[in-house]
């Protein structure tokens, strides 16, 4: 190992080779942080499209947020490597 990066700096990257790797190196802990936010943008659009309560979809987000937080804090839980 010479301690080169993997990666050539001078590369210039499409905008999916990007997300694609944006995405892959992603943890599911990462996806959750971003999956909460999404869930209020997305409740937010879809009340404002189709006419539904504000109050109905953001009970709907919030419900959808407790299901992510509740699946990486209590069923998905964080480890510590092992020190193998």
Known sequence: M???P???IDRKWSPVETLTAILTSATRYDLALWAIPT???LAFLTGSVLGISRHV???GAALLGVLVVVDVIALNPPVEPSAE
């Open 39 to 41: 869930a209020f943008l």
């Open 6 to 8: 993997h990666y050539r």
């Open 57 to 59: 979809t953001l009970v």
């Open 2 to 4: 010479t301690g080169q």
